[in-house]
């Protein structure tokens, strides 16, 4: 069994099928105004299988910084199995550097170890292409085996963390589908998200906060405050293993 595969995707909330022909565009839809994200934000998941406590992610906007003639957010994320699962041991280490005022990532590397898997994504974002390469280890003993290729991307396509800061900063309407581009596992996806309903949520950290729910079209769902964090509080997802969540449970901000 590859728990770990399950739990990354949980944490994508996208899906991969044909759009509907009513689905908008979300990137060329308005943002929110001010820009909820802030330097220093750091978020700190659990993530649990079937109730059990099956691991721990946290994202950090870390710092603001020229890069390409432009600032862009500096933003890790890092993400492990926790030590009930050792036999399937997982480790995520990305970083993305977002740039906040066009909503669209620059550069994005990820570094994967799945149990003895090693793997190296690194992807440099350019008007209209995408320079993508990936390289893998079965285990540390064995050769490189390196993928390169350059790609092209419509505008505003996000990578694999850039998608939540990127959804964070989007104006939704209720009852509406949008579309939007998504560069993963060396191809670009039409994702689809669905805006369901408003829905008060129960949280140690924030108590009773007012949400928007999003679906994708994979049936997995995403909760963010309807307030002017829009702090992703709780995300769920059923796969061939089980149900798996990912609940917010602290929140560190700058002084």
Do not use: C
């Not at 069994?1 to 908008?24: P, Q, T, W």
């Not at 870390?62 to 957010?73: F, H, I, M, R, T």
């Not at 350059?150 to 998608?163: C, Y």
Request: no cysteine.
């Amino acid at each position: 069994m590859r728990y770990a595969k399950y739990l990354i995707f949980a944490l994508l909330f996208v899906g991969n099928i044909a759009l509907s022909g009513n689905s908008v565009f979300l990137v060329g839809e308005g943002n929110i105004v001010p820009n909820p994200l802030r330097i220093g934000e750091k978020l700190t998941y659990s993530i649990s299988w079937k109730r059990l406590p099956a691991g721990e992610r946290t994202d950090w906007i870390v710092k603001e910084e020229a890069l390409k003639g432009g600032d862009v957010y500096r933003i890790q994320s890092k993400m492990k199995t926790r030590a009930l699962f050792r036999p399937y041991k997982f480790r995520s280490e990305q970083e993305t550097y977002f740039n906040p005022t066009t909503l669209s990532p620059v550069r994005f590397q990820n570094y994967v170890q799945d149990r003895k898997h090693l793997i190296t994504v690194k992807i440099d974002f350019r008007d209209g292409e995408a320079d993508y390469e990936r390289v893998s280890r079965p285990n540390p003993k064995a050769p490189q085996k390196r993928e390169a290729k350059a790609l092209e991307i419509p505008p505003g396509t996000q990578d694999e963390l850039s998608i939540i800061y990127f959804l964070r900063s989007k104006q939704f309407v209720i009852g509406e589908t949008y579309f939007f581009p998504l560069l993963v596992k060396g191809k670009v996806l039409k994702a689809t998200l669905t805006v369901e309903r408003r829905e008060f949520v129960k949280n140690k950290k924030l108590g009773t906060v007012r949400t928007i729910v999003l679906r994708t079209s994979e049936g997995g769902r995403f909760w963010i405050t309807d307030d002017e964090r829009r702090l992703p509080v709780k995300i769920e997802t059923e796969s061939r293993i089980g149900a798996i969540k990912a609940t917010l449970t602290d929140i560190e901000l700058a002084d």
